[in-house]
């Protein structure tokens, strides 16, 4: 007995064990943004895009800096030959066996055709481009997660109405147990409200589970603690959607989007490359300067054991002259690269005026469908009231209060359905408009 009743508290403190580690913790959406900026994989690594990018930048600021270049060797020489132009009468020439070189040279651009400048200029696009690819990245990262999270709320409010209509199923069949005792109601009726009990009671079973589901993606995604439920904040349901018209949500879409910004990305990078093409036509214009400190010198017959020191300055013009006939085509190619950005960028436009418009309509059609489900939920609930009276007077059928009580969870969830599809469609436009 005593091992049984050990077995038994292990069990117990097992289960205990197991309650406590499931902590429930509210969040609201922009703890839940906070936590993504802070925990999201795909968030770090485009930061880690936009880290490069910026030592791209740096690394092409510094093709204006000077190159400076120094060679040091040292060398064994052999003994050379000697012969006539007809490589007769050869004779050896005694060499002095080490030489040595030092070479300090330094050469600074000073013009390229605008090559450099572009260069730079190409590379702060990009880095501008990345930095938008990272905002692009985290406003996926907070849509994302606030579909699960909305999803979870409209679970948790589902999961609450459905509980709530089990307890006033429950109260109903104990009535009719009561009324069964006293000859007024037929076993066959109990049976039916009981199959009714048994239905909600596997829709909230269903409901767990999804919300189950859901809250683990979100706690996976934002990894926090194994066993942590999420529980959306209660107040969501009382935010302001705005009251902007299309054409603002149109204003904010053009200043914000980021889809826009990377498209005008594109133009510019496409017109520095243009530039770049055409520098190729123009010389290249350095300024230089060297010394070099040599032995033995080798250039005198017999060869001199001496170090030879020289230095120089000045400037150095470059030019391919191969580029008047070879550029050409490149430049067109890079004229129709930057023709195609424009494009793409007034495509983007369309695209996302279409979506803002979409977006707007949808956000009114939300406005309008919570306006009906209330007044449905009023009226199912006044209907409910005078068919449960009426039932309880013997004045109504069963059928027609299991019908009241399908239209009341009916129009219970399609108010928690339409409150949370208006905060879903008020997200979406900030999402399209990139304003998260």
């Known amino acids: 007995m005593s091992r049984i009743l050990r077995l038994m508290a ?3 403190a097992a ?12 969040m609201t959406i922009d703890e839940l943004f906070r936590l993504a900026d802070e925990q999201s994989v795909a968030i770090r690594s485009f930061e880690s895009g936009a880290a490069a990018a910026a030592e791209g930048v740096r690394a092409a600021r510094a093709g204006r800096l000077p190159d400076v270049g120094v060679t040091a060797s040292a060398s064994f020489l052999g003994d050379g030959r000697l012969w006539n132009r007809s490589y007769g009468d050869g004779m050896s020439v005694d060499m002095p066996h080490f030489g040595n070189n030092f070479a300090l040279e330094a050469q600074q651009v000073v013009y ?14 990009e880095q501008g481009d990345a930095e938008t690819a990272l905002e692009r990245s985290r406003q996926d990262t907070y849509f994302l997660l606030l579909g699960h999270y909305l999803n979870l709320y409209k679970i948790d409010n589902r999961i609450r109405v459905l509980r709530e209509n089990l307890a006033l199923t429950d109260r109903v069949l104990e009535t009719m147990r009561a009324r069964r005792e006293q000859g007024t109601v037929l076993r066959n009726d109990i049976t039916r409200y009981e199959l009714q009990r048994e239905t909600l009671a596997l829709e909230l079973q269903r409901a767990e589970d999804t919300g189950s589901i859901l809250n683990h993606r979100l706690v996976t995604a934002l990894h926090l603690p194994e066993g942590t439920e999420i529980r959306p904040d209660t107040t969501l349901v009382a935010t302001d959607v705005g009251t902007l018209c299309e054409d603002d949500w149109q204003d904010v879409a053009r200043e914000n989007n980021l889809d826009l910004r990377r498209a005008q990305t594109g133009i510019g990078l496409s017109d520095e490359a243009v530039r770049l093409r055409r520098s190729e036509r123009l010389p290249q214009v350095s300024l230089m300067a060297a010394d070099h400190l040599d032995g033995p010198i080798t250039i005198e017959v017999p060869v001199l054991n001496n170090n030879f020191n020289y230095w120089y300055v000045g400037v150095g013009i470059r030019y391919n002259i191969a580029s008047l006939f070879k550029s050409g085509r490149r430049i067109r190619q890079a004229q129709f690269n930057a023709q195609r950005a424009r494009e793409a960028y007034e495509q983007e436009c369309e695209r996302v005026d279409n979506a803002v418009q979409e977006c707007y309509v949808n956000l009114l059609t939300a406005q309008a469908e919570l306006r009906t489900r209330r007044k449905g939920v009023e ?3 006044e209907n409910y009231a005078v068919v449960s009276n009426r039932y309880a007077n013997d004045l109504a059928l069963l059928t027609d209060m299991i019908d009241a009580g399908n239209t009341k969870l009916g129009a219970d969830l399609a108010l928690v359905d339409a409150r949370i599809n208006l905060i879903y469609d008020y997200y979406m436009m900030k999402y399209v408009t990139h304003t998260l």
Do not use: F, K, P, W
């Open 379 to 381: 009226l199912a609930d």
């Open 15 to 26: 289960l205990c064990s197991r309650n406590t580690c499931a902590q429930q913790r509210v």
């Open 10 to 12: 292990l069990c117990c």
């Open 112 to 125: 390229a055709g605008g090559a450099v400048r572009s260069g730079i200029r190409i590379a702060e696009l």
